[in-house]
């Protein structure tokens, strides 16, 4: 079956400009959770959504950055004014559950940002 | 400090040999552990939970010390393929289950 689909893989932006990055989860999943992950270090967390709702956005470096979930399936992470720091792999994920149970996460492929 | 923390490596490992390494975490409230196997230029892939008892899937060997708060992966019998950085995570339910990830540990077969 499809798996987690983030577009566009690669994006280069000029310093200032604004970016939107999309994360189409896997149909049904009701959690979707969005990290950062620098170049040699781990994913961190950014935010999450159950349904709609976003539950958790203590990850946020700043408030440049704005996700959106409106209709509880495609999610949309905007950066603006971005910064040459915000360059980093952008990685989706989605799970079945709730935030009251783990479930597996499954990783979309995730969006490299370049900023120059 | 980072919560969760592991040896960036590498460690190269002859084909066939075992390679053990750990991973410690500062939040004593962590729940839930988990080993993901990143490749180069791809996305984290579970590669097994890690459970009290400890637990073994295959040449995969996990183990979890709550007392001394680290986990870790032993690979037996290496292969080419287990060529990859193994990421150490950890989820507490009170924080939403988001992941927390560590920094990495690569590991490198060579014939």
């Known amino acids: 079956g499809a798996g987690v689909s983030q577009s566009p893989r690669y994006k280069v932006a000029k310093r200032g400009q604004d970016v939107a990055l999309r994360c189409d989860p896997i149909?049904?999943?009701?959690?979707l959770f969005w990290y950062q992950q620098a170049l040699g270090q781990g994913p961190e967390f950014l935010t999450y959504f159950q349904n709609e709702a976003q539950l958790d956005k203590s990850g946020l470096p700043s408030d440049r950055f704005f996700a959106e979930r409106p209709e509880g399936s495609v999610s949309t992470l905007k950066i603006q004014r971005t910064q040459q720091e915000d360059s980093a792999v952008y990685l989706c994920?989605?799970?079945?559950?709730?935030?009251?149970?783990?479930?597996?996460?499954?990783f979309g492929p995730g969006t490299r940002l370049t900023v120059l | 400090r980072k919560e969760v923390e592991q040896d960036p490596g590498p460690f190269n490992v002859p084909e066939g040999a075992t390679v053990a390494f750990n991973c410690t975490y500062s939040n004593s409230a962590s729940q839930s552990f988990f080993w993901y196997r990143q490749d180069c230029r791809k996305e984290p892939k579970l590669l097994m939970s890690v459970y009290s008892s400890g637990n073994e899937d295959g040449r995969f060997t996990a183990q979890l010390n709550r007392a001394s708060q680290y986990i870790s992966l032993l690979i037996r019998d290496s292969k080419l393929s287990d060529s990859a950085t193994y990421l150490c995570v950890v989820t507490r339910q009170a924080a939403g289950n988001k992941l927390t990830f560590g920094g990495g540990t690569r590991v490198l077969v060579k014939p």
């Open positions: 149909s049904g999943h009701v959690s």
């Open positions: 994920a989605s799970s079945s559950g709730d935030r009251t149970s783990y479930n597996e996460q499954f």
